[in-house]
């Protein structure tokens, strides 16, 4: 099914970026020289979603460097952003695989073979060395922003100090498989490294680029890793509005071929009574599991093994 959504960004040339200089095509990393975290912004894990990429271009352009520690920047499946059409912008997610579901250690490690495992392969030694991460996404929707911590209390707290966006959600993932903000140690309530995913809005509305870009920025000034002049010149004046953290209770695996809505849900919307029947996955009545259910990104791709969509509960 076609996107209903219109294309109202520019997909940006990234191609002076190729080289790097990592070793890895289209990953740079900036050293300052000091002590300090090594802080990494990750775009096109999706290779339809354009706010990161552009974001990735400013931070370039402008020549933003580290002031501190080092900062990575990296454009991640590029592949699938290289087939990016705007009369066709769904096709470009990925090319083999969805790269966000093939960070678990076993997956990298083992013998399946696609465009999305052999890039992750080539960023991987990369990401190990990161301290902090943040990933840059859209949605198939337009919805308000959500930043996505993880189920660690670590990924919460990040988040809450950080506050912004209004909207956070903290959750498990899908069955399909691990994503990168849930890699090794990001994970790991035991370790100091963290990862964020932020969801800006709609893949190619205008107001993604500029969420991804304030996100960006402000997650570089939490770790203090650029100059703080470039970041307030940047930033809108207002302090960030308070936040809603929803807790996932889990996603709604697809199990036939044949998942369909009651209703052209988008996401956010707050379904009031438990037993509540929201799809119908085959014969199977899909149910909300509590009162004030939160729908969670539902997916436009219902197929078997994906995620339809994650029910949450506002916690605080
Ligand atoms: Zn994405």
Request: net charge negative; aromatic share 8%.
């Amino acid at each position: 099914m076609a996107s209903p959504y219109p294309v109202n960004l520019q997909a940006p040339d990234i191609t002076p970026y190729r080289e790097g200089n990592t070793g890895v095509d289209y990953v740079t990393t900036f050293d300052s020289g000091n002590t300090g975290p090594h802080v990494m912004l990750t775009a096109l894990v999706h290779g339809n979603e354009l706010c990161g990429a552009i974001t990735l271009d400013f931070l370039l352009r402008n020549d933003v460097r580290p002031t501190r520690g080092k900062l990575t920047l990296g454009f991640m499946n590029v592949a699938a952003y290289e087939n990016f059409n705007p009369a066709d912008p769904d096709s470009s997610r990925y090319v083999d695989e969805d790269f966000n579901r093939v960070w678990d250690p076993q997956v990298l490690d083992g013998d399946r073979k696609s465009a999305e495992l052999k890039r992750a392969r080539q960023v991987r030694p990369i990401i190990d060395k990161v301290d902090y991460l943040l990933d840059i996404h859209s949605m198939q929707h337009p919805t308000v922003p959500l930043l996505l911590c993880g189920p660690a209390e670590k990924g919460r707290k990040l988040a809450r100090t950080i506050s912004f966006p209004p909207h956070v959600v903290s959750d498990v993932g899908h069955a399909a498989g691990r994503r990168l903000r849930d890699y090794g140690e990001f994970a790991d309530e035991t370790s100091a490294k963290n990862a964020l995913l932020i969801e800006c809005g709609q893949h190619w509305e205008p107001s993604s680029e500029a969420v991804a870009k304030e996100m960006a920025l402000r997650f570089l000034a939490h770790y203090d890793v650029i100059d703080r002049q470039f970041v307030s010149d940047h930033l809108p004046a207002e302090a960030p509005a308070s936040q809603q953290l929803i807790q996932v209770s889990g996603p709604v695996t697809i199990e036939t071929d044949s998942f369909k809505f009651t209703e052209a849900f988008r996401g956010m919307e707050v379904i009031e009574r438990a037993g509540t029947v929201i799809g119908y996955d085959g014969d199977q009545a899909i149910r909300t599991p509590y009162d004030n259910c939160v729908l969670i990104m539902p997916s436009r791709r219902l197929r078997k093994g994906e995620s339809a969509v994650r029910f949450g509960r506002v916690v605080e």
